[in-house]
């Protein structure tokens, strides 16, 4: 819609993530190199965490394209499963074309297939993403997995993803001997007010932007509204290079930004969430992150709240009571 009209050669803030718009900050890069430094020494367990909507899913992929040949990478990105899904899982991904219908035929089958990668001088990495969705069971199981070794080497890398409830797992009782066996770990932040700039520019100018579309009020709403995270800016940049095609504005100001902000409902707190299946070994962390609303849950400003409500409409029904109470009163005396 909006591609010719800003002379673009591809949509510059697309969800879905593409190797070509790929943007690190300083502390994805660093996250990346320890994560790469983890698997090719064989440090066993790995670890990456952060919040909904940080780029820990890119990172993933950015770690997928930067591996040779000489490693074996699997990836599982839902591991709510029940214990043999999830070894028939594991072993799909692993391309082991074998379904297993007990836990001993997968261990057997799976430790002779890190042992032929292993003389093969190939490494072996598993790749858990939405880690805080796992259960403490399959946590134990993945311990186990992680103890096979072979002449003091590990044969199997595992890397954690998860959201920042994974890391209150952790801390629980039951994941102590898991905890201890994380060798390298890296929590992503948002990014700051000067990177959100800098991706913002980097992703025009892939997608064939000649000059600045945005300028600094606009990007100083857009790190107000998204307080750096990635998928937040990609979501308001995006609607607002359609707004600024419907205004036919060449250059994204503030006040254009702050009309997508309110058209997108954002919110600050967060609700319940119905997903989190480990909620027992998972208490709920605080987060500052806005989470997007459809206007029919939105509540208005000045809506009254429903014990308000109920106050006002009592009160009204006493004041109608006591106008009725002396209305009688009157015609009584009137006619005595």
């Keep these: ?9 591809a949509k510059p803030f697309q969800i879905t993530t593409d190797p070509e718009f790929l943007w690190f900050s300083e502390k994805h890069k660093e996250s990346l190199a320890m994560l790469q430094y983890g698997i090719m020494e064989n440090k066993g367990c790995l670890l990456l965490t952060g919040d909904v909507g940080t780029g820990k899913t890119t990172l993933i992929n950015a770690l997928e394209q930067s591996l040779g040949d000489d490693v074996k990478m699997a990836v599982i990105y839902d591991p709510h499963l029940e214990i043999i899904d999830f070894y028939n899982h594991l072993a799909a991904a692993f391309g082991m074309n074998k379904r297993f ?47 096979i070794e072979k002449h003091y080497t590990k044969l199997i890398n595992i890397f954690f993803v998860g959201q920042n409830e994974f890391i209150n797992m952790l801390q629980g009782p039951k994941c102590r001997a898991l905890r201890q066996r994380m060798t390298v ?15 913002i520019q980097h992703r025009l100018k892939v997608a064939g932007a000649k000059g600045k579309i945005f300028n600094s009020g606009a990007i100083d709403e857009v790190y107000r509204f998204s307080k750096g995270y990635p998928r937040l800016i990609n979501i308001i940049c995006d609607l607002a290079l359609v707004s600024g095609f419907v205004e036919e504005a060449k250059t ?5 930004i702050q009309e997508c902000a309110d058209n997108l409902q954002i919110h600050n707190d967060f609700g319940p969430d119905t997903e989190d299946q480990a909620t027992e070994a998972c208490p709920p962390v605080e987060t500052d992150e806005p989470i997007l609303l459809t206007p029919a849950l939105q509540v208005p400003k000045d809506a009254p ?3 308000e409500k109920r106050s006002t409409l009592w009160t009204f029904a006493l004041i109608g009571l006591c106008v009725l109470t002396a209305a009688a009163a009157g015609v009584i005396y009137y006619w005595r």
């Design 101 to 147: 219908d007990t836990k001993g035929a997968f261990i057997r089958h799976f430790t002779n297939f890190l042992n032929t990668t292993f003389i093969k001088n190939k490494k072996t990495l598993l790749v858990v993403d939405e880690a805080q969705r796992m259960t403490p069971e399959i946590l134990e199981e993945l311990r186990n997995l992680s103890n």
């Design 305 to 307: 709240a429903p014990a």
């Design 185 to 199: 770990s890296y929590h992503l932040t948002p990014l700051t007010h000067s990177e959100t700039g800098e991706y």
């Design 252 to 256: 994204i100001r503030r006040g254009i």
């Design 1 to 9: 819609m909006y591609l010719s009209f800003y002379h673009l050669d």
